[in-house]
């Protein structure tokens, strides 16, 4: 929206920022949003997919407040990333990595296209990943028709795991002393 | 001695929160812009060593705050409707309100409603002048990152989504035990 307001909007879709329970009870009391079904969530995720938008959402295993799904033109994050103004990971936590199967890979170079921070470069045949960039979002691997993109798990995060809910998260993040300490 | 301004009061109080406002002028316009003087004063009451979320009751933010009850909780409440406050029960079952956290809710309620109005495009321009690349950094430099990006739909490997199934978008969405949706717009 900062971007439409500022007359610099893309074609992607912008009612894509789920909020659950008591976020959603919040959102819908004070009219800033709407109401959905948990059928229309799904569809708007699935939508979300098929337009190459990037998921996100708090970095735990249960109990997650929220759920949007970003372009890399107009998003304050993945646009940053993107355009290489912030250090991929100095924003969100990123637990995968793009890789490439050589045999199966047929060298159509759509995942280029597909890729939301332009990550991916063809060199000769074959797709080449940065690896410092790569946000392993996955939107490259479901728009490769031949199955050659896969996602890894980061070998520098092996063993790193999302926090295992909303509370004991940002008590760390407290522990930590926060952001601006 | 000389009292600082009560919007870099506010702004210095955002910054101590978990997920914390850096402060500068830039931030001070968008508090200036938004918050009256009484209403910055009653922000500066609510606690910043909370989890998102979480709200304080009356109780706890009267405490600090030297307002009659009624005309406090009037304030609170028109600062929630504005999307100024995030507003909740309390873990005692209570009303109560919290401080917008970075990335949560601010700057995300000027735009959820995806209005076009005149509060909207300034709040645009001013936001887009404070969240510039330094400051976008500096707000989510925690260690433990708030958010994390998630691969979409079945792109992971089968065995590693048997053993990690909530690093899967889709898992999450068909899985977790929501009782309520909603959706806004994105900021």
Known sequence: MIARLRGMGCAHPTEVCIKFDEVAQYVIDRKLGKQITRGEAREIIKQSEEDGLVHFVDNA?????????????????????????????????????????????????????????DAITMEGDFPMVDEDWCIGCGVCVDKCSSEAAKLKLRPDKRGQLPISNFRELHERILSEGGACK | METKDIYTQLADHLSTLGMGYPPNEDLEEILRANFSPLEAKVALAIPTRVIPLQPAGIDEI???VNLPRAKLEDILEDLSQRGLLYSGNTVNGGKGYALQQVGFSFPQTFFWKGEDAPHARNMANLVAKYFNRKVTQKAYATETKAFRYIPVGKTIEPDIQAVYPYHMMEALSRKQPYSLYAIALVA
Do not use: Q
Request: charged share 25%; proline share 3%.
């Open chain 2, 62 to 64: 009267i405490s600090t």
């Open chain 1, 61 to 117: 295993i249960g109990d997650i407040k929220h759920n949007c799904n970003c372009c890399g033109c107009a998003c304050w994050n993945v646009g940053s990333i993107k355009r290489r103004k912030i250090p991929r990971d100095a924003l969100m936590a990123t637990y995968f990595i793009r890789k490439t199967d050589t045999d199966e890979c047929t060298g159509c170079g759509e995942c280029v296209e597909a890729c939301p921070v």
